[in-house]
Structure formats: C-alpha cells, structure tokens
C-alpha cells in the first residue's frame, strides 16, 4: 500500500509501501505504542504519536495545509480513506510533492515554542465544553 512517511527525526518526507493499514503495522512505521488520527485532505489522513506532544526528545514540525496549520510531533504515516471510512493506500492525487509543500520541520520543544511566541503557530490545547483543558508547553514533555 502506498503511504508517505514525514520524519522530523531525520528531517525527510518519502513515499514508502507498507504490506496493510493493520494497528501494528501503523505503530511500528510512526515508532509509538498509540496513535491517533489527523485529518489531512478530504480522503488523507495521517497517524501520529498520541502522545507526542508529551514525549521527552520529541522532534516537532508543521503541517500548514490550505484548511489550517497545525503543530505535529513525531512521524506520521500519511494514507487515505475509502468511501466506507476503510484506510486504503494513498490516492494517487496525494503526491510527494504536494505533501512536501506543506511540512515545515522545527526541531526541539523549545523551537517550536518559540514560533508559537513569535505569532507563527497556533499552541496546541484541547477544550471541552469551551473549558480550555490541556495546553501544550515545552514542559509539558513529561513522557
């Protein structure tokens, strides 16, 4: 199947094949125990570290997509979805190219603290409710 995998690791974004979309397949290619699912296009998503946000040595970069930026840690693994919600290999339209466009790697927690001070990256943080929750910081790497 076709995926493409950003790495802020090793600072690349490629085209690799992965045998099936199985949940050990997925964690194994991102390198955590947990993932969760971001919404990248219409028929692309990407499985990121549910943690990531919290690990220590955490890499970070910045997907700015055309429906809004937002500040990633750790591979992500880019496929897409069928009609039924299945995860398929990438759609053809999804090129390397165009994913390259939009990645912008950080590096640590405190260079992509400082683009959120700077005004360049909205801060991560979860609310419920309206109720503000969560809000990522540098010091918050607990994991």
């Known amino acids: 199947m076709r995926a493409i ?3 802020p690791f090793e600072r690349t974004v490629e085209e690799i094949d992965v045998p099936n979309s199985d949940v050990e397949t997925i964690k194994a290619k991102i390198g955590a125990p947990y993932f969760d699912i971001a919404r990248m296009g219409s028929t692309v998503i990407g499985f990121v570290d549910d943690q990531g946000l919290c690990r ?3 890499r970070f970069w910045h997907f700015d997509h055309p429906g809004g930026g937002v500040l990633m840690a750790g591979r992500c693994l880019i496929m897409s979805v069928d009609e039924e919600g299945e995860t398929v290999g ?8 165009h994913t390259k466009r939009y990645v912008e790697f950080l590096g640590n927690g405190e260079e992509a603290e400082g683009q959120i001070l700077a005004g360049l990256l909205k801060r991560p943080n979860i609310t419920l409710n309206g109720d503000l ?6 010091e ?3 994991l």
Request: without cysteine; glycine residues 4%; charged residues 25%.
């Open 133 to 138: 929750i969560w809000e990522w910081s540098p």
């Open 90 to 97: 990438l759609d053809i339209r999804a090129t390397l190219a």
């Open 56 to 58: 220590k040595g955490q």
């Open 140 to 142: 918050k790497q607990v």
């Open 5 to 7: 995998l950003i790495d």
